[in-house]
């Protein structure tokens, strides 16, 4: 990117739901790319609606707007973006104090959720042909819970900031 180049953040928009369309639009690439991004960079997840439809949300256009520019702007590999963009997380975590994710505090009620507190046995077993979870709990049944734990955590930090 050449010196003395303003780079234009379109705004987003207040909500908390983007459909592939809409972060299209935002920010201005093709869907299939957006896809594409999907497969490459796994902090990208957005929900799917009961059509199928992806769901994305504020945290997810965000993040696609830096890859963009991380690949459009300043012509970075998709390794090196991945590269980059951990980087930024790592110093964001050290802004705030904290050398490395595990250290975060979460309140009592999530920790229903945590993957390493309250296990007991083997984690894993197979029932009628289905690999279940702690609990009896299928494994989509826990992507679920860990995607609701995820956006409460997100939402705490909205609420606390």
Same mark, same amino acid.
Do not use: C
């Given at each position: 990117?050449?010196?003395?180049? +303003?780079?234009?953040?379109?705004?987003?928009?207040?909500? !908390?739901?983007?459909?592939?369309? @809409?972060?299209?639009?935002? =920010?201005? /690439?093709?869907?299939?790319?957006?896809?594409?991004?999907?497969?490459?960079?796994?902090?990208?997840?957005?929900?799917?609606?009961?059509?199928?439809?992806?769901?994305?949300?504020?945290?997810?256009?965000?993040?696609?707007?830096?890859?963009?520019?991380?690949?459009?702007?300043?012509?970075?590999?998709?390794?090196?973006?991945? +590269?980059?963009?951990?980087?930024?997380?790592?110093?964001? !975590?050290?802004?705030?104090?904290? @050398?490395?994710?595990?250290? =975060?505090? /979460?309140?009592?009620?999530?920790?229903?959720?945590?993957?390493?507190?309250?296990?007991?046995?083997?984690?894993?077993?197979?029932?009628?042909?289905?690999?279940?979870?702690?609990?009896?709990?299928?494994?989509?049944?826990?992507?679920?819970?860990?995607?609701?734990?995820?956006?409460?955590?997100?939402?705490?930090?909205?609420?606390?900031?």
């Amino acid at each position: 990117m050449a010196k003395g180049t +303003k780079i234009v953040v379109p705004e987003i928009p207040n909500k !908390l739901y983007f459909r592939i369309g @809409e972060v299209s639009d935002i =920010v201005s /690439v093709k869907p299939y790319v957006l896809r594409y991004w999907e497969s490459e960079f796994p902090d990208i997840k957005p929900s799917k609606s009961k059509s199928g439809q992806r769901l994305y949300k504020r945290r997810d256009v965000e993040l696609l707007l830096r890859i963009k520019q991380l690949l459009y702007e300043e012509r970075f590999t998709i390794n090196g973006a991945r +590269k980059r963009l951990k980087e930024w997380g790592r110093a964001e !975590l050290q802004d705030v104090g904290l @050398e490395k994710p595990a250290e =975060v505090k /979460v309140p009592k009620q999530l920790d229903v959720f945590s993957a390493k507190e309250g296990r007991v046995g083997d984690p894993q077993k197979r029932v009628g042909g289905r690999i279940q979870q702690r609990g009896g709990m299928p494994r989509e049944s826990m992507k679920t819970l860990h995607k609701v734990r995820r956006d409460l955590e997100e939402l705490l930090e909205v609420v606390r900031g």
